[in-house]
C-alpha cells in the first residue's frame, strides 16, 4: 500500500512558476514510476508527466514540454514537479499516482493516487 500526499498548489499569475511535491508512504518507493495528471473542470483528467524509478527516464504531454520538470529524490520518497511559464490553461487539480515497476502516460497503469491539489494560474 502506499499513500501519496501533494502540497505545493495555489494561485500565481501567468508566467509565474510552482513546484508541486508528492510526498510517499512506503519502504519501497524507489520501485514506482510515479505521474503527475491533472483535471481541470469538466475536463477529463489528463496526463501531464511521469518519472521511472531512478528518475533517468521522463515523459511529458506536448503541452507541458519545456516548461514542466519532473524528479525524483527517493532517499526522501518524494517526487517533484516544478511548473515554469504557467499558463491560464494549466489552471486544473494536479493528481500524483503510483504505479510499481514500468509505466507509462495512461493513468490506469497506476494503482495509487494522491488527493490532490489545486493550481490556479490567473492571466
Known amino acids: 500500500q502506499v499513500q501519496l500526499v501533494e502540497s505545493g498548489g495555489g494561485l500565481v499569475q501567468a508566467g509565474g512558476s510552482l513546484r508541486l511535491s508528492c510526498a510517499a508512504s512506503?519502504?519501497?518507493?524507489?520501485?514506482?514510476?510515479m505521474a503527475w495528471f491533472r483535471q481541470a473542470p469538466g475536463k477529463e483528467r489528463e496526463f501531464v508527466t511521469a518519472i521511472n524509478w531512478s528518475g533517468g527516464i521522463t515523459y511529458y504531454a506536448d503541452s507541458v514540454k519545456g516548461r514542466f520538470t519532473s524528479s525524483r529524490d527517493n532517499a526522501k520518497n518524494t517526487v517533484y514537479l516544478q511548473m515554469n511559464s504557467l499558463k491560464p490553461e494549466d489552471t486544473a487539480v494536479y493528481y500524483c499516482?503510483?504505479?510499481?515497476?514500468?509505466?507509462?502516460?495512461?493513468?490506469?497503469?497506476?494503482?495509487?493516487w494522491g488527493q490532490g491539489t489545486q493550481v490556479t494560474v490567473s492571466s
Open positions: 499516482a503510483a504505479g510499481f515497476g514500468t509505466r507509462g502516460t495512461r493513468s490506469y497503469e497506476y494503482d495509487y
Open positions: 512506503g519502504r519501497t518507493f524507489s520501485s514506482y514510476s
